[in-house]
C-alpha cells in the first residue's frame, strides 16, 4: 500500500464533497420567493485542443467511484438514481462499513490483518448517478459465458489444482506479482484506491501511465498496424485513431495469463473511447469483445475528473514482501510434509 490515499485523500475531499447532491431546505415561513437567492449556474470552461488541433487529452484523472460495475438487485430497472437517491445510497455507504474490511480494522474474507478504511479511496460519487458502471447491456450486468468459455474455464481451474498455492512465482496473480494493477488494466477500472491516470499526447502517441504500479501504455495515432499475433503483451498491443473529437484506441494481442474474466486471448479485442468533455471532464469508455466469452459484448462508462493531486509513487517491488513470504512459506511446508512421512 501507499501512501497516496492518506495524503491525496484530504485534497480531494474537499472538491468530492462539495459534489454530492444536497436537498434544498423550505424557506422559512413567511419569506417571500422574492428573497430567494438565485441559483449560479456554472460554467465550464471549454475542452483544450493540441497543436494540431485534436482535442488534448493531457492531464492528471481521477476514476475513483462509488458505482459499482455491475447493478446490484436491489436497483433492477433502475439504471438511474434521483439527486435525492443518490445521496441517501452514498450516505449509507458511509455507515455501511468500508466495503472490503470492516471499520474497525478487522479483516473480512481473504484479507487478513488489513488496513482500516483511513487507507482506501473508492470515490465517493456516483457516475452520473447511475447504478452501474455497466451501460450496454441495459440490465447493467455482464452478459453470460458461452458454452465454450464455461468449457475453458472448467479446464483451466482443473489445470490449476494439479500445483499448490505457491509452488512458484506464476501462481500467484499478475497483481501480486507487481506487474499489473488490477484497476492500472487496460481496461482501467476503479478500485480500492491509486484510481488516477496520467495523460501525455502528441500528435504520433498518447501515453498512458497508471498510478498503479505506475504500468506505462504507449499508444501510437500514426495508422500502423497491429503487431503479429505471436507477438504478445503485459498489456496488449494498443492503436489509436480519431473519429471526430473521439480518441478510439483498440488493443489485441494480450498475454493468456493477462485478460480478466477468462477471455480468450486469440479472439479478444478491447475497444476504448476516449473524449474530452470540458476541461475538468474526461470522458472514458471501453467494450469488452470475445464471441467465444460472452454471449454479446458489453461496454463500461466511467467518468474522469481532472485530480487535485498528481500521481504519487507506489513502490510495489520495493514493499513485497507477500511474493517471499509466501514463496518461503510454501517451501517451509513441502520441507515439514516431508519430514513427517
Given at each position: 500500500m501507499n501512501s497516496r490515499t492518506a495524503i491525496a485523500k484530504w485534497i480531494r475531499t474537499l472538491s468530492i464533497v462539495t459534489a454530492i447532491p444536497l436537498?434544498?431546505?423550505?424557506?422559512?415561513?413567511?419569506?417571500?420567493?422574492?428573497?430567494?437567492?438565485?441559483?449560479?449556474?456554472?460554467?465550464?470552461?471549454?475542452?483544450?485542443?493540441?497543436?494540431?488541433?485534436?482535442?488534448?487529452?493531457?492531464?492528471?484523472?481521477?476514476?475513483?467511484?462509488?458505482?459499482?460495475?455491475?447493478?446490484?438487485?436491489?436497483?433492477?430497472?433502475?439504471?438511474?438514481?434521483?439527486?435525492?437517491?443518490?445521496?441517501?445510497?452514498?450516505?449509507?455507504?458511509?455507515?455501511?462499513?468500508?466495503?472490503?474490511?470492516?471499520?474497525?480494522?478487522?479483516?473480512?474474507?481473504r484479507l487478513e490483518s488489513a488496513y482500516d478504511g483511513f487507507w482506501f479511496d473508492w470515490g465517493d460519487t456516483l457516475a452520473d448517478n447511475r447504478t452501474s458502471l455497466i451501460v450496454d447491456p441495459a440490465d447493467g450486468r455482464v452478459p453470460v459465458l458461452t458454452a465454450e468459455a464455461q468449457t475453458r474455464v472448467a479446464a483451466r481451474q482443473a489445470e490449476r489444482k494439479r500445483r499448490g498455492p505457491a509452488d512458484g512465482p506464476e501462481d500467484l496473480s499478475v497483481a501480486d506479482r507487481c506487474l499489473i494493477?488490477?484497476?492500472?488494466?487496460?481496461?482501467?477500472?476503479?478500485?480500492?484506491?491509486?484510481?488516477?491516470?496520467?495523460?501525455?499526447?502528441t500528435a504520433d502517441y498518447l501515453v498512458i501511465?497508471?498510478?498503479?504500479?505506475?504500468?506505462?501504455?504507449?499508444?501510437?495515432?500514426?495508422?500502423?498496424?497491429h503487431l503479429s499475433t505471436n507477438m504478445r503483451q503485459w498489456v496488449g498491443d494498443s492503436r489509436g485513431r480519431w473519429e471526430g473529437d473521439t480518441l478510439v484506441v483498440e488493443t489485441t494481442n494480450f498475454r493468456r495469463d493477462?485478460?480478466?474474466?477468462?477471455?480468450?486471448?486469440?479472439?479478444?479485442?478491447?475497444?476504448?473511447?476516449?473524449?474530452?468533455?470540458?476541461?475538468a471532464t474526461l470522458h472514458y469508455e471501453y467494450t469488452m469483445e470475445d464471441a467465444t466469452t460472452w454471449t454479446k459484448a458489453w461496454t463500461v462508462r466511467i467518468p474522469m475528473t481532472e485530480s487535485a493531486a498528481p500521481p504519487y509513487e507506489y513502490a510495489c517491488h520495493e514493499g513485497?514482501?507477500?511474493m517471499?513470504?509466501?514463496?518461503?512459506?510454501?517451501?517451509?511446508?513441502?520441507?515439514?510434509?516431508?519430514k513427517g512421512r
Open positions: 436537498v434544498a431546505a423550505s424557506p422559512a415561513a413567511g419569506q417571500t420567493a422574492q428573497s430567494n437567492t438565485t441559483r449560479k449556474v456554472e460554467t465550464k470552461k471549454p475542452a483544450p485542443r493540441a497543436a494540431d488541433g485534436r482535442p488534448d487529452l493531457t492531464g492528471t484523472w481521477n476514476f475513483g467511484t462509488a458505482t459499482p460495475l455491475e447493478r446490484p438487485t436491489a436497483f433492477a430497472g433502475k439504471p438511474v438514481l434521483t439527486d435525492q437517491e443518490a445521496a441517501t445510497y452514498l450516505n449509507g455507504l458511509a455507515k455501511d462499513g468500508c466495503r472490503i474490511i470492516n471499520c474497525d480494522g478487522s479483516a473480512l474474507g494493477g488490477f484497476n492500472a488494466g487496460p481496461p482501467m477500472a476503479p478500485g480500492a484506491y491509486n484510481n488516477v491516470t496520467q495523460i501525455f499526447q501511465v497508471n498510478e498503479m504500479i505506475h504500468n506505462a501504455r504507449i499508444v501510437p495515432l500514426d495508422g500502423r498496424p493477462v485478460p480478466s474474466r477468462s477471455v480468450d486471448p486469440e479472439r479478444f479485442r478491447l475497444i476504448e473511447r476516449f473524449r474530452r468533455a470540458d476541461a513485497n514482501y507477500s517471499f513470504n509466501r514463496l518461503s512459506g510454501a517451501r517451509a511446508d513441502e520441507q515439514a510434509a516431508a
